[in-house]
Structures are given as C-alpha cells and as structure tokens.
C-alpha cells in the first residue's frame, strides 16, 4: 500500500491526532485501516 505523508496525515487527523510526536506506532491493517498506538505521555 502507498501512504503518502498527506494522506498519513489525514488519517492521523480522523483520529485525533494532530502531531506525529503522539505516534508510539501506527501499522496498516490488512483491511486498510490506520490503527495507532498514542505515546503515554500524549495525555489520550
């Protein structure tokens, strides 16, 4: 699959996040979906 870093973006946004230092890890399901682990820090 090929992310752009505007489309990654978007998606972080749908979930809330609105700066990548929040991201502990993000993977691509095999469906497609972004699913994203916030760092503890990030307050979530």
Do not use: C, P, W
């Amino acid at each position: 699959m090929r992310y752009t870093a505007d489309y990654l973006n978007q998606q972080l946004r749908e979930k809330d996040i609105f700066n990548i230092e929040e991201v502990h890890f993000a993977i691509i399901e095999i469906n497609g979906e972004l699913t994203v682990l916030k760092n503890r820090s990030s307050g979530r």
